[in-house]
């Protein structure tokens, strides 16, 4: 039995309003996929402690199983501003979460 369920997590973090939303346009789609992120803009990370220079956006793998580098990802930010992002290189799964239940993508800022 896991010590945790990863399932609980976005629900609960949806609700206190940590999350962001996000349209991906996947390449080969035509029609973009509204999904829930844990958007990052560079900035001092409370979990790690570390810096980071880097927009990224944490995500259930299951919502954006093929997302990949060059993918456009529009997110809305909590105070309604609305920022447009290419996937920089591919995702990777977040550890320590051997499941593969949360990825992490790097984007670039474009617009």
């Known amino acids: 039995m896991p010590i945790w369920n990863e399932a609980v997590f976005w629900p609960t973090f949806k609700a206190v309003g940590f999350l962001s939303k996000a349209r991906v ?3 080969g789609s035509s029609e973009p996929v509204c999904v829930d992120v844990d958007y990052h803009k560079p900035d001092f990370d409370m979990v790690t402690g570390m810096r980071s220079r880097e927009y990224t956006m944490e995500y ?3 919502d954006l199983p093929t997302l990949g ?3 456009q ?3 809305e930010e909590t105070n309604g501003t609305v920022s447009m992002f290419v996937v920089r ?6 550890p320590p979460n051997p499941t593969g239940f949360f990825s992490k993508a ?3 800022k474009v617009g």
């Open 106 to 108: 790097i984007l670039t």
């Open 89 to 94: 290189e591919e995702p990777a799964v977040m």
């Open 60 to 62: 259930q793998t299951d």
């Open 69 to 71: 580098e060059g993918d």
């Open 25 to 27: 346009l996947v390449e």
């Open 73 to 75: 990802v529009e997110i």
